[in-house]
């Protein structure tokens, strides 16, 4: 009796509905032919539907279609149009990761100069674990005027920068369309900060307009490497003496995906990646996971030299994240030993972005950004190397108040990835690894990437970094200070409870000069330096 009624449940009533309907329209049409021309077309739509139950009941895949054919098709559909619905209709201004929409819309309104004030009060709750809060004068100084900028580049740079403290993050042309990298490099421009080219290699893109290029070389030395995947110096240093490029970077690991490396099928390496990368077209484009250029903390800190030898004279420098403590106080012996040091080191964190990364990796991998600079900037003055090592800091940073926080533990500059994508019209749909990227700021669909319109994003780019810059004076003004360098741990505070307040001086509390030399006893650093060797990677003892 059950299996003579289940076409009736609800599980199997809309396809039962569908090949009833679908069988009366055809017996009408069979009787009356005058009539047949009318019901023509919703005798395909129900018999296209049955025939779509019927696949469902007999495929393998997908249980709930089995359970529940044709009805379960609406599953996935709402599944698929679930992150636009919370998007637009359900997340608040403080929701939405991982950038909320109220930090979306402030790059967005900086970046086509409109008001970007906000009324009536914060929608912060002030009160709850984690809050941070800037501290105030009531002296507050006049607004500086000037573009906050910083020298990089040490004793043995002969061709120091001349940076904003605000810059382009690494992003490859691949990961971003022509336009983007276009729009990002011409605004870059403009408005005299640097773009990072991440490790795709110098592109024509970034070429074309003229823009200041930090240029990234990773694991694949893409631009500067033999056909075996080794690096190639020859190459290097003709690639990186061009005045447009002024400073080289090595990338040691990346935020959201440390330790994990990358591969470019064979059939997406089109014939101008393969010559801007300087892969064979045909084959794999692979990025290790680890360096084949050097192996110890030592070789690292002469193959920093060396690209800065073969680029004339530039700053050079490594970014990663931390993750061992141990790995980078060995690198820090290794400066000490070798006498080398890096002219700047961009620390990312572990909330950085990228365009496709296991979520493990994303989620539970490396130091994230602040714990990393301050740590990165205390074992420095720890060997009594800060005055000469510029610090970047890399990982989530959209606002002024985000820099200036990272300032205060120990950066000298930041840069930024994902604020300058929404800068570009980036709406955070989150489908930059599937090429479908709806305003082309991340496809390398050429139909897709030509709704991004070069000189109004120009303008974009440039008004974003210029207004950020902006809200950043007003910030240092109304804290009584006048430049970025003089921000300081105690400058902020973080609430630990809804009765207790920390200070940052507190949070993050800071090394003396030379006191991992001297033998320190902090116990962040204690054991981390004892088990650092200037010779390898793993850990002493």
């Given at each position: 009796?059950?299996?003579?009624?289940?076409?009736?449940?609800?599980?199997?009533?809309?396809?039962?509905?569908?090949?009833?309907?679908?069988?009366?329209?055809l017996?009408?049409?069979?009787?009356?032919?005058?009539?047949?021309?009318?019901?023509?077309?919703?005798?395909?739509?129900?018999?296209?539907?049955?025939?779509?139950?019927i696949?469902?009941?007999?495929?393998?895949?997908?249980?709930?279609?089995?359970?529940?054919?044709?009805?379960?098709?609406?599953?996935?559909?709402?599944?698929?149009?679930?992150?636009?619905?919370?998007?637009?209709?359900?997340?608040?201004?403080?929701?939405?990761?991982p950038?909320?929409?109220?930090?979306r819309?402030?790059?967005?309104?900086?970046?086509?100069?409109?008001?970007?004030?906000?009324?009536?009060?914060?929608?912060?709750?002030?009160?709850?674990?984690?809050?941070?809060?800037?501290?105030?004068?009531?002296?507050?100084?006049?607004?500086?005027?000037?573009?906050f900028?910083?020298?990089?580049?040490?004793?043995?740079?002969?061709?120091?920068?001349?940076?904003?403290?605000?810059?382009?993050?690494?992003?490859?042309?691949?990961?971003?369309?022509?336009n983007?990298?276009?729009a990002?490099?011409?605004?870059?421009?403009?408005?005299g900060?640097?773009?990072?080219?991440?490790?795709?290699?110098?592109?024509?893109y970034?070429?074309?307009?003229?823009?200041?290029?930090i240029?990234?070389?990773?694991?694949?030395?893409?631009?500067?490497?033999?056909?075996?995947?080794?690096?190639?110096?020859?190459?290097?240093?003709?690639?990186?003496?061009?005045?447009?490029?002024?400073?080289?970077?090595?990338?040691?690991?990346?935020?959201?995906?440390?330790?994990?490396?990358?591969?470019?099928?064979?059939?997406?390496?089109?014939?101008?990646?393969?010559k801007?990368?300087?892969?064979?077209?045909?084959?794999?484009?692979?990025?290790?996971?680890?360096?084949r250029?050097?192996?110890?903390?030592?070789?690292m800190?002469?193959?920093?030299?060396?690209m800065?030898?073969?680029?004339?004279?530039?700053?050079?420098?490594?970014?990663?994240?931390?993750?061992?403590?141990?790995?980078?106080?060995?690198?820090?012996?290794?400066?000490?030993?070798?006498?080398?040091?890096?002219?700047?080191?961009?620390?990312?964190?572990?909330?950085?972005g990228?365009?496709?990364?296991?979520?493990?990796?994303?989620?539970?991998l490396?130091?994230?950004?602040?714990?990393?600079?301050?740590?990165?900037?205390?074992?420095?003055?720890?060997?009594?190397?800060r005055?000469?090592?510029?610090?970047?800091?890399?990982?989530?940073?959209?606002?002024?108040?985000?820099?200036a926080?990272?300032?205060?533990?120990?950066?000298?500059?930041?840069?930024?990835?994902?604020?300058?994508?929404?800068?570009?019209?980036?709406?955070q749909?989150?489908?930059?690894?599937?090429?479908?990227?709806?305003?082309?700021?991340?496809?390398?669909d050429?139909?897709?990437?030509?709704?991004?319109y070069?000189?109004?994003?120009?303008?974009?780019?440039?008004?974003?970094?210029?207004?950020t810059?902006?809200?950043?004076?007003?910030?240092?003004?109304?804290a009584?200070?006048?430049?970025?360098?003089?921000?300081?741990?105690?400058?902020?505070?973080?609430?630990?409870?809804?009765?207790?307040?920390?200070?940052?001086?507190?949070?993050?509390?800071?090394?003396?000069?030379?006191?991992?030399?001297?033998?320190?006893?902090?116990?962040?650093?204690?054991?981390?330096?004892a088990?650092?060797?200037a010779?390898?990677?793993?850990?002493?003892?």
């Amino acid at each position: 009796m059950d299996t003579i009624l289940l076409p009736f449940s609800p599980r199997f009533i809309v396809m039962t509905i569908c090949a009833v309907v679908t069988a009366l329209l055809l017996l009408v049409g069979i009787f009356d032919h005058k009539v047949f021309k009318i019901v023509v077309i919703p005798l395909a739509i129900f018999g296209a539907l049955t025939l779509l139950g019927i696949r469902d009941l007999t495929q393998k895949n997908h249980a709930v279609l089995r359970n529940y054919p044709i009805s379960a098709h609406m599953r996935f559909l709402l599944e698929e149009i679930r992150p636009e619905m919370r998007q637009y209709f359900f997340e608040s201004e403080k929701d939405g990761m991982p950038f909320s929409r109220d930090t979306r819309a402030l790059v967005y309104q900086r970046a086509k100069m409109v008001l970007d004030k906000r009324p009536f009060g914060t929608q912060e709750d002030v009160y709850r674990e984690g809050y941070e809060w800037m501290h105030h004068s009531v002296a507050p100084k006049p607004r500086a005027e000037e573009k906050f900028r910083i020298t990089i580049g040490g004793p043995d740079c002969t061709k120091p920068y001349s940076a904003s403290v605000f810059n382009i993050s690494a992003m490859s042309f691949g990961a971003l369309s022509p336009n983007a990298v276009r729009a990002l490099n011409a605004g870059a421009r403009k408005g005299g900060f640097a773009h990072d080219t991440g490790e795709g290699g110098v592109s024509p893109y970034h070429r074309e307009m003229g823009g200041d290029i930090i240029w990234e070389i990773g694991s694949g030395y893409f631009g500067c490497r033999n056909r075996d995947g080794t690096f190639n110096p020859d190459l290097f240093a003709s690639v990186a003496g061009d005045d447009q490029i002024k400073m080289v970077e090595l990338k040691i690991s990346q935020g959201a995906k440390p330790g994990h490396g990358g591969v470019l099928p064979a059939a997406k390496v089109s014939e101008e990646i393969s010559k801007i990368r300087g892969v064979p077209m045909g084959e794999d484009c692979i990025s290790p996971a680890y360096h084949r250029a050097f192996s110890t903390p030592l070789q690292m800190m002469e193959f920093v030299a060396q690209m800065r030898k073969l680029s004339g004279g530039k700053p050079a420098g490594f970014k990663m994240c931390i993750g061992h403590p141990w790995e980078f106080l060995a690198i820090c012996k290794a400066m000490k030993e070798s006498g080398l040091y890096p002219d700047f080191i961009v620390v990312d964190g572990n909330e950085g972005g990228t365009g496709a990364a296991p979520l493990e990796f994303m989620d539970h991998l490396g130091m994230p950004m602040r714990e990393g600079v301050n740590f990165v900037h205390n074992a420095l003055i720890g060997i009594g190397a800060r005055d000469r090592i510029k610090i970047g800091a890399a990982g989530k940073i959209a606002t002024a108040f985000d820099m200036a926080r990272a300032m205060a533990i120990g950066a000298d500059w930041c840069n930024s990835a994902r604020g300058f994508m929404f800068a570009l019209g980036c709406i955070q749909s989150l489908s930059c690894h599937t090429d479908r990227c709806p305003t082309g700021v991340t496809s390398q669909d050429p139909i897709r990437n030509r709704a991004l319109y070069v000189p109004g994003k120009i303008e974009r780019v440039y008004n974003y970094h210029h207004s950020t810059l902006h809200a950043l004076t007003e910030l240092l003004a109304a804290a009584g200070l006048e430049h970025t360098q003089d921000l300081r741990p105690i400058h902020f505070s973080q609430r630990s409870s809804t009765t207790e307040v920390s200070s940052f001086a507190e949070l993050y509390p800071a090394l003396r000069l030379g006191e991992l030399l001297e033998g320190t006893q902090d116990r962040r650093f204690r054991d981390a330096w004892a088990m650092a060797r200037a010779d390898s990677f793993q850990p002493a003892g």
